[in-house]
């Protein structure tokens, strides 16, 4: 007679979604920080939540905008700018440029608008106003920065980040561990089984000899 004893363990199946759930999260975190931390610190960029609805639909309110430093004079008509309203001034505006002119000494100055206005800007830009072209956009970020008010908000991006990261790789380190933790307490459960299948058998061969004896 054989006596057998396993666990109840959750069918492969539902393992394996989750497993590839886990993973999946990883990925995710992974790019969130990538696009929203690493790849700004390595350019030198800056980010920026859209406030208006100026530059919608291209670029609607919450948008989150990072924006890289480039060399004014290799801007050109069409190009997303983030400049100063005025110069010194932290308050700043992201508009397309539409065109240029110059100033009374021959400077270059740009002539931008907001996709969604009608009109052109009143001032044209100068090249000291402007922090940088417009590097990419994420949908829908910005609006958890401006939850937060015009403080300086990149610390809490860089935690956002970092706390997305640490979950998607607490979940599958989790998972990982758990299945590890199952195959050896199956391997147990089986070596078990066997030393008392090998104990039954030699019972039943013991008790056969002793019937044939008497």
């Known amino acids: 007679m054989t006596t057998h004893h396993e666990r109840r363990r959750a069918p492969a199946g539902l393992r394996w979604i989750g497993q590839a759930v886990s993973f999946l999260l990883l990925v995710v975190f992974s790019l969130a920080a ?20 100026s530059m919608a639909p291209t670029y609607p ?26 110069s010194g001034r ?9 065109g240029f002119s110059s100033g009374q000494d021959g400077e270059r100055q740009l002539i931008t608008q907001g996709d969604n206005n009608d009109l052109a ?11 940088g072209e417009l590097f990419y ?15 300086d908000r990149s610390w809490v991006i860089t935690a956002l980040a970092v706390a997305l990261i640490g979950i998607g790789v ?3 380190v989790r998972g990982l561990l758990k299945d590890r933790r199952e195959a050896r307490d199956r391997q147990l459960i089986e070596e078990a089984s066997a030393e008392l299948d090998a104990a039954l058998t030699k019972d039943d061969a013991t008790s056969t000899k002793d019937k044939v004896l008497t």
Do not use: C, W
């Open 121 to 131: 800007d009143e001032a044209p830009v100068m090249e000291i106003q402007v922090r």
């Open 170 to 172: 607490f979940s599958m």
């Open 137 to 151: 956009a994420v949908p829908y970020l910005g609006f958890l920065a401006n939850a937060l008010g015009q403080t």
């Open 61 to 86: 309110p919450g948008t989150f905008l990072v924006v890289k430093p480039t060399d004014f004079d290799t801007l050109q008509t069409g190009d997303v700018v983030t400049y100063q309203i005025e």
């Open 90 to 98: 932290p308050d700043v505006v992201t508009h397309r440029i539409i």
């Open 34 to 53: 990538i696009v929203l931390i690493i790849i700004p610190m390595v350019t030198g960029s800056q980010t920026y939540s859209v406030l208006t609805g």
